[in-house]
């Protein structure tokens, strides 16, 4: 087979059985003869190996050399496209976009007029990863670990509003005169509506509590509407005559700042983002997945070099009632396995990161760590990173941060359908944005696991928010942030059909990494 581009450098190594390292991919594509070089650098690598290494390829390049053994190019196998054809799917549509935070949906079959190829001279820059609990966590679930976390969320969600109020701790609020203006940052800790139909919200500090009223014919009243338990908030307002309460003129979130600048990327360069892949279950899609792997091996995909995963690679056992019924592979050793094998159908120079999700075989309470060793071993392929939930991931300068999404269903469940629905599920991650905390309620069927430091607080602004989870494809730019739920790889499953939920499977979004435009695949 000739070999002329990485990609069928990788496809013919995954053909042997083999995955490979990117710099084994680069030194058989720059030999002399790479269908003598791969063949062998298989012959070199130890019977019971996984991956080709660049030490492999080294030592038989290494041989010819000092063999000064005269090597010939193997004939160039010419193709329309620089890779596999793949079959035509529906036509797609153009869905709404908000902010210009995307082109278009295209299906594989249409080109762009791009041209070009896999460039087998190209460096992805290293990726960054921040925020990761893997091999950090410390919680014990002792009541003295929810009081330090939860004290950790108040001190750095409120370093964000500290500088917007003149605010009081609830002790001092509590000793001042009545009629005084004053402010207050806390969490909330309790809502409720009076009988005239105003808003009591009880805001809690290191010092205590204090209940703050807003008025329902205020033009802010709506706000209410978008408080979950335990969010921080400041509030600005007046003491009433006794002191006993606070009537709110003003409600502040910690939010991203409206003049908030992205980073983007120095040169032209693509991310994929997908989630919720659910190998193992009868309702995955392989076809769709082996078009959009096809796809990212033809020329049309060449500026595409990181692949971001957002958890639920396997479908699970036990993760819903009666779920058996409905699994392809019962054994989640065997589904990791299965899994695999999809991934390595991925080009070898295409950089991957991946997060867990709820289905996955990890701790379902958040933050969640990366997989263990048995997982990482199995799922060793082309060097993938595998981080915890969530984590900051930074690629080309541009950090994305990555959640699975299990928050998501409560946003939804608790806020206006305007706010938040399934239908719009980038919505619903405008208002973890605006909260700065990718689960702020705790309580519910969110598990929260206690550790000294609150993993789930967005710090840094990122440039990209890439969730998964509920399977509706949704997208949209908040104060510049690219907001993307990629939907998911998984037909509608008999459970899902139980509480209403219609996926959008087969789509992968491709973000310019130097533009943050997007561009939605359909590959179903």
């Keep these: 087979m000739p070999l002329e581009t990485p990609s069928r450098i990788v496809q013919e190594l995954a053909r042997h059985g083999y995955n490979a390292e990117r710099e084994a991919v680069t030194l058989i594509a720059g030999a002399a003869n790479p269908s003598s070089a791969l063949v062998r650098a298989v012959e070199h690598a130890e019977d019971d190996a996984f991956r080709i290494t660049a030490a492999d390829v080294r030592a038989v390049l290494d041989a010819d050399r000092a063999a000064d053994a005269p090597t010939t190019p193997s004939p ?30 295209r ?9 070009g190829g896999r460039d087998v001279t190209r460096s992805p820059k290293p990726v960054d990863i921040a925020g ?76 205590g509590t204090f209940p703050c009223l807003v008025m329902k014919d205020r033009d802010f009243a709506s706000a209410v509407d978008e408080l979950l338990m335990d969010e921080c908030i400041a509030v600005e307002g007046t003491l009433a005559d006794d002191s006993g309460i606070m009537f709110v003129d003003s409600i ?26 659910h ?19 033809t020329e049309e995909a060449h500026a595409v070099e990181y692949l971001l995963v957002a958890g639920d690679m396997v479908e699970g056992v036990g993760v819903y009632p009666n779920q058996d019924e409905e699994l392809d592979i019962i054994d989640i050793y065997e589904q990791y396995e299965r899994f695999s094998e999809y991934l390595k159908q991925v080009p070898g120079d295409v950089e991957i990161v991946m997060i867990p999700g709820n289905h996955d075989a990890v701790r379902l309470a958040e933050p969640q760590p990366g997989f263990d060793e048995t997982l990482r071993d199995i799922m060793d392929v082309h060097d993938a990173r595998i981080t915890g939930n969530p ?23 608790e806020l206006p359908e305007e706010k938040a629905s399934y239908d719009d599920p980038h919505k619903a991650m405008y208002q973890l944005l605006k909260k700065r905390h990718v689960a702020p309620q705790y309580g519910g069927h969110l598990r929260l696991a206690p550790e000294k430091k609150d993993y789930l607080v967005i710090d840094d602004v990122p440039d990209i928010f890439h969730t998964g989870h509920v399977h509706k494809l ?20 008999d ?25 939605v695949r359909k590959f179903a």
Aim: proline share 5%; glycine share 10%; hydrophobic share 30%.
């Design 76 to 105: 160039t196998e010419t193709s329309s496209d620089g890779g596999t054809a793949t079959p035509d799917p529906p036509i797609s549509t153009a869905k709404p976009t908000e902010d210009g935070a995307s082109k278009q949906i």
């Design 107 to 115: 299906s594989p079959g249409e080109t762009t007029g791009d041209g």
């Design 132 to 207: 990761d609990i893997t091999g950090q966590s410390t919680g014990t679930g002792e009541y003295a670990d929810f009081v330090k976390v939860f004290k950790d969320r108040y001190e750095r969600l409120s370093s964000h509003l500290r500088g917007r109020v003149n605010h009081r701790p609830a002790e001092a609020i509590q000793r001042m005169s009545g009629g005084s203006d004053t402010a207050m940052v806390g969490l909330v800790n309790d809502i409720r509506s009076t009988a005239s139909g105003h808003w009591l919200v009880e805001l809690e500090d290191t010092t």
């Design 252 to 277: 502040y979130f910690p939010d991203v700042p409206r003049t908030h600048e992205p980073n983007t990327a120095d040169r032209h360069v693509q991310a994929a983002l997908i989630s919720d892949v």
């Design 279 to 297: 190998v193992g279950s009868q309702e995955f899609m392989a076809d769709a997945w082996n078009n959009f792997t096809d796809w990212l091996h």
């Design 391 to 413: 984590s900051t991931v930074t690629v080309e300068g541009v950090n994305v941060l990555m959640y699975h999404g299990v928050s998501l269903d409560e946003v939804i469940a």
């Design 474 to 493: 949704g997208w949209g730019k908040y104060h510049n942030v690219l907001a993307v739920n990629s939907g998911c790889w998984q037909s509608q499953t």
């Design 495 to 519: 459970f899902q059909k139980s509480v209403n939920i219609d996926p959008d499977a087969g789509y992968a979004p491709i973000v310019d990494l130097d533009t943050l435009d997007m561009t």
